[in-house]
């Protein structure tokens, strides 16, 4: 991590108490001393600690190219569900646009019966008909209420929640196929084969499964690097220590002692 980068300061305080000895008595020692120190210590070159840094790195990107994956999934599958919504209401309009006609031609079956232009059978067909268009109706709005349903899912949102939908078409602004600049642009075959070229080249180095592999390769590649550096590359840092004397206790004649930095 970034941490194992930055200097370390650390200290301590020590309390010594000495036996007895001809050092002591004569006051060359002190018979008990409290000693602080304060100790710092910066890598300056520490290729296990740099590769790591450098892998942590590129395992960030691969999980933020990850999420954006994840993200353009959630997108793509909800505009996929509001387009499939938006189908499934087309259906049931149609559904219910056939049962009318068919319920029509079931008058009209019945006006026909009545005058005695046809027999019956006429008039048992469209019967019939009109049990399979209800059924196709209740098909259609069952469809449309799943559809519904997964949109909300989808969309974190409950259930059952109501919502409107537009009508969408190619002449949506919004649509890049909309724009006329862009079928300004195809006027032959070469010029559309170019066109597909950079929108693919586009998609290519915008891809998050693409950029989310070249980093773990990168990872990869780095840590190979670092195992081969292991065996001839040394690491270095830079360490300083300062110490002082807090109190001590010496035998009459003794030196006292002085601060001592090192």
């Not at 305080?13 to 000895?21: E, N, Q």
């Not at 195992?227 to 035998?251: G, I, K, Q």
Request: charged content about 25%; overall charge negative.
């Amino acid at each position: 991590s970034l941490g194992d980068l930055l200097p370390t300061v650390s200290s301590s305080l020590s309390y010594t108490d000495r036996k007895r000895t001809a050092s002591t008595d004569a006051g060359t020692l002190a018979e008990d001393s409290t000693d602080a120190a304060i100790q710092l210590s910066q890598p300056l070159f520490v290729e296990e600690t740099w590769a790591n840094y450098s892998i942590q790195k590129l395992n960030l990107l691969a999980q933020q190219e990850a999420l954006r994956e994840t993200s353009l999934d959630i997108v793509q599958s909800a505009v996929t569900t509001y387009l499939n919504v938006l189908l499934a209401e087309s259906s049931f309009e149609q559904e219910r646009f056939n049962l009318e006609i068919t319920r029509q031609n079931l008058d009209l079956a019945q006006s026909r019966v009545d005058a005695g232009s046809t027999d019956a059978s006429d008039l048992f067909r469209w019967q019939s008909e009109i049990a399979l268009a209800k059924q196709a109706l209740l098909d259609a709005r069952s469809s449309l209420t799943q559809s519904r349903q997964s949109l909300n899912q989808l969309l974190n949102r409950p259930v059952d929640a109501p919502f409107r939908t537009t009508k969408e078409s190619l002449e949506n602004p919004s649509l890049l196929i909309s724009d006329g600049a862009i079928r300004d642009l195809i006027v032959n075959r070469y010029a559309l084969n170019s066109m597909i070229d950079f929108f693919a080249e586009l998609a290519r180095s915008n891809s998050p499964e693409l950029r989310q592999l070249d980093a773990e390769i990168k990872a990869a590649e780095r840590q190979l690097k670092s195992l081969r550096r292991d065996f001839y590359v040394p690491d270095l840092s830079l360490t300083a220590e300062a110490t002082y004397n807090l109190d001590e206790n010496r035998a009459p004649g003794g030196i006292p002692a002085e601060d001592n930095d090192r």
